[in-house]
């Protein structure tokens, strides 16, 4: 039978049910940091962290005898301490109302809308959580508590020596994806291969009992995605939490039209356009509470490989 006689599978496609799924969004990462986190709610959006100035101004003796005169002593705390402010993350969702009107059968396509920008609010959190240049983990590591690889590649010793900095109750590491692979690369290199443990129903690799939690907001060469094999990056040792002394998030409670700590979703009206606006907000900041909560171990090299003899 001829061609021509016969209905295309391309036409016939247009009257065909089809299975349809939500918008799929690529960019969007598990986010390991902000569920790791401790956060603190700011009720008056600043937080001052209070500080002793000298840790070794108190004075105390250890005698059987009671002759000896008891020693005076205060402790002084910081004049001048560190302030906290929240800091927005911002955007507004339009829509067109005739979109909204008559395509959202099976999906919503506004809560859809809102969907893929607040997990793009969201990624951008947690991105501004490290590399913010006020408030950004990788910008509050103290001076003392930066160290070197030793050869370029992350090794065990270098994973150790970060320890040494963190070693109050560290919680977990944090790592580019390539930061990871090279390390584990040069444990299997050692014959350490190092050991996992489950959180939040996925496995992490583990060095001395500690997490090594994966973000590629921790850039290699500046890139969450680096085309070339090699590069730089860096892994941060953390301790969190505010009984500990550690780092913590801090959120604005209570917004109106709140979603999620921090984060609100207010209808802003309708244009002499048709088109509906939401105002999407997060207010977030992160605080290091004392200096050793936090260490980073620079310099490190993750395009290095080895070859094993059979």
């Known amino acids: 039978m001829p061609e021509a006689t016969?209905?295309?599978?391309?036409?016939?496609?247009?009257l065909a049910n089809v299975t349809k799924t939500p918008p799929q969004y690529g960019a969007i990462t598990p986010r390991w940091l902000v569920r790791l986190l401790d956060w603190k709610p700011l009720e008056a959006g600043t937080l001052r962290v209070n500080r002793v100035v000298d840790e070794k101004s108190v004075e105390v003796i250890c005698d059987q005898?009671?002759?000896?005169?008891?020693?005076?002593?205060?402790?002084?705390?910081?004049?001048?301490?560190?302030?906290?402010?929240?800091?927005?993350i911002s955007t507004v969702l339009g829509v067109q109302t005739k979109?909204?009107?008559?395509?959202?059968?099976?999906?919503?396509?506004?809560?859809?809308?809102?969907?893929?920008?607040?997990?793009?609010?969201?990624?951008?959190?947690?991105?501004?959580?490290?590399?913010?240049?006020?408030?950004?983990?990788?910008?509050?590591?103290?001076?003392?508590?930066h160290i070197q690889t030793r050869k370029g590649a992350p090794t065990p010793d270098d994973l150790d020596e970060l320890i040494t900095?963190?070693?109050?109750?560290?919680?977990?590491?944090?790592?580019?994806?390539?930061?990871?692979?090279a390390f584990?690369?040069?444990?299997?290199?050692?014959?350490?291969?190092?050991a996992t443990v489950t959180l939040?129903?996925?496995?992490?690799?583990?060095?001395?009992?500690?997490?090594?939690?994966p973000t590629d907001k921790l850039h290699v060469?500046?890139?969450?995605?680096?085309?070339?094999?090699?590069?730089?990056?860096?892994?941060?040792?953390?301790r969190v939490g505010e009984k500990k002394q550690g780092v913590i998030g801090l959120f604005q409670p209570g917004l109106p039209g709140e979603q999620t700590p921090g984060l609100s979703v207010r209808f802003m009206g309708i244009n002499?356009?048709?088109?509906?606006?939401?105002?999407?907000?997060?207010?977030?900041?992160?605080?290091?509470?004392?200096?050793?909560?936090?260490?980073?171990?620079?310099?490190?090299?993750?395009?290095?490989?080895?070859?094993?003899?059979?």
Do not use: M
């Open 6 to 14: 016969t209905l295309g599978e391309r036409a016939a496609f247009q």
């Open 65 to 88: 005898k009671d002759t000896h005169a008891l020693p005076g002593s205060f402790v002084n705390y910081d004049e001048k301490p560190r302030e906290y402010t929240l800091n927005s």
């Open 99 to 145: 979109v909204s009107d008559l395509f959202s059968n099976p999906y919503d396509q506004i809560r859809e809308q809102l969907r893929l920008t607040i997990e793009t609010v969201k990624e951008r959190q947690e991105s501004e959580l490290i590399n913010n240049s006020g408030y950004g983990l990788l910008n509050n590591v103290p001076g003392s508590q």
């Open 165 to 181: 900095k963190v070693w109050k109750e560290p919680s977990f590491f944090l790592a580019h994806p390539r930061a990871i692979a």
């Open 184 to 194: 584990a690369r040069e444990c299997t290199r050692r014959g350490v291969p190092p």
């Open 200 to 213: 939040f129903g996925t496995p992490f690799l583990v060095w001395r009992g500690i997490p090594i939690i």
């Open 221 to 238: 060469d500046g890139k969450a995605k680096p085309v070339a094999p090699g590069g730089k990056t860096s892994i941060l040792l953390l």
């Open 272 to 310: 002499d356009k048709a088109v509906a606006s939401y105002l999407i907000s997060l207010y977030c900041s992160a605080a290091v509470l004392t200096e050793d909560a936090i260490a980073v171990l620079e310099g490190v090299e993750v395009g290095n490989y080895h070859e094993y003899n059979k």
